[in-house]
């Protein structure tokens, strides 16, 4: 039974949303619709104009035999800042100050707008690069890693400062914290990864980086590359950094505990526009 | 601008997926798209029914001046056997035997994949339920508990084995884990829960159930209600079940670590059928 476009639209869009970076050939799509392809090319380049309209994502085409068309999400800078500007608000709660200096955050992270908003804005930032898997390390970072990996279709990998049983064999390393300056551990499967794998590194705050640099020291027992860091928040006011190259989507200049006021600020990232090139699919 | 049907589907379809069983009011879509209120319900008609035929949700219609429409997202029998079948083949490979009868699942629960079918499965089987929030405890159940409230989008809340400063004031259970007869500690920080908050508790694995029951009793510290217990897998050769009703996806019958045999079969989950109601939409 040959299908309407209207219903078309609609099972394309929910069928592309639901597997973002895959590359979706259009066969499969004439087969499921029973429609002809230039029939799918044209609802393509609606859905991918309605998506670059709106911001929120583009359809990529590969040409040729082994070809197709994968959805790109994205974020544009007006959504970006909204998203941002909402997070700083609810961050400059002053109840939100805990002894240390540290913020109470786990509400934000538990919730799926901001979770999803936070997830949805670091794909965007890495949408040219290849990621092959997103590494947090337990357990604050996991909803938001878990976040980002779902725009951009790929496992998340949870590094650990236990050793559970039921992981079976793993790597551990020891690095410094960054902040206490004291001696800590972090242990990982070593099934989790594989050699040359391209890890995009997240976590919910840095401070010194002490974390952040424990990871990347995993990253090398396991021979994988860095491709990008990125966390939610960062704190600016830090004698040492031991990170130098890491995005951060909200920073934290100043948590004045007697005063009960919080100073936050846009992070460092920057968007990169969207690439829009035009659809070309072929019949 | 007067906006088409086609872009309006697209938009529509996407902004209903991003926001799930959250009330959209009609006159909502009509301004985003500068359409007729009529316009906005004929598209809907034809999102709903194209959900429906696929078998990945419904539209809900609460009538009068404060209504509008909920994407329910939900998962039919056909696509839930599919995923539960592929799971079992997966899990049943006996490089997973792990010492002391436990299974490598942590590939399964970073996949994409996976995770977010169990949890649109999860989310289906409580599709008519209220619930405010899913809790889990961390580690490995993080994305499972996620995706799932992601799909019924209400925050995660996470216990804890540790007790990290950056939570706040805390409170702690002591509970006996089934299998091991230990007593360990719990922990969930105060402001992460409501008094009479309605409560789904999500795992990955239950043995004998202490965990879980640690979770219950834990939310009778917060005079919080259980509205469900769903765990991925469960295993099914237990001397005594701490806890009774749950639901599982997989169940695993015998881990026979000599023969390296693993058996594997469908959890006692029971899809309840998709409530189509008809779509009333008021002008």
């Not at 980002?148 to 590094?159: H, Q």
């Amino acid at each position: 039974m040959k299908i309407r476009r209207s219903t078309r639209l609609v099972d394309m869009t929910y069928y592309l949303l639901q597997n973002p970076r895959r590359l979706v050939s259009l066969t499969f799509f004439a087969e499921r619709y029973q429609s002809a392809k230039s029939s799918i090319s044209e609802d393509l380049v609606i859905i991918k104009q309605t998506f670059e309209q709106q911001g929120v994502g583009t359809l990529q085409t590969i040409p040729g035999a082994a070809g197709g068309v994968k959805y790109i999400p994205y974020m544009d800078h007006e959504e970006a800042n909204e998203l941002i500007t909402e997070l700083c608000e609810q961050l400059s709660d002053s109840n939100r100050i805990l002894p240390g200096g540290y913020l109470y955050m786990t509400d934000l992270l538990s919730n799926p707008r901001y979770i999803n908003g936070a997830g949805r804005l670091f794909a965007s930032l890495c949408a040219q690069q290849e990621i092959d898997v997103v590494m947090t390390v337990a357990t604050k970072g996991i909803p938001l890693a878990y976040a980002v990996a779902n725009y951009l279709n790929v496992p998340v990998v949870i590094a650990r400062k236990d050793n559970k049983v039921t992981e079976g064999p793993t790597v551990s390393i020891n690095y410094v914290s960054g902040s206490s300056k004291r001696i800590q551990t972090m242990t990982l499967a070593k099934r989790s990864l594989k050699e040359g794998a391209n890890v995009l590194i997240v976590d919910d705050f840095m401070k010194a980086g002490g974390t952040i640099q424990g990871m990347i020291s995993m990253l090398e027992e396991f021979k994988a590359n860095v491709i990008g860091i990125g966390v939610l928040v960062e704190a600016v006011d830090i004698e040492e950094r031991l990170v130098e190259n890491y995005v951060s989507l909200v920073r934290l200049s100043a948590v004045d505990t007697r005063e009960k006021v919080i100073d936050l600020e846009k992070g460092n990232y920057s968007l990169p526009a969207l690439q829009k090139e035009e659809l070309v699919t072929e019949e």
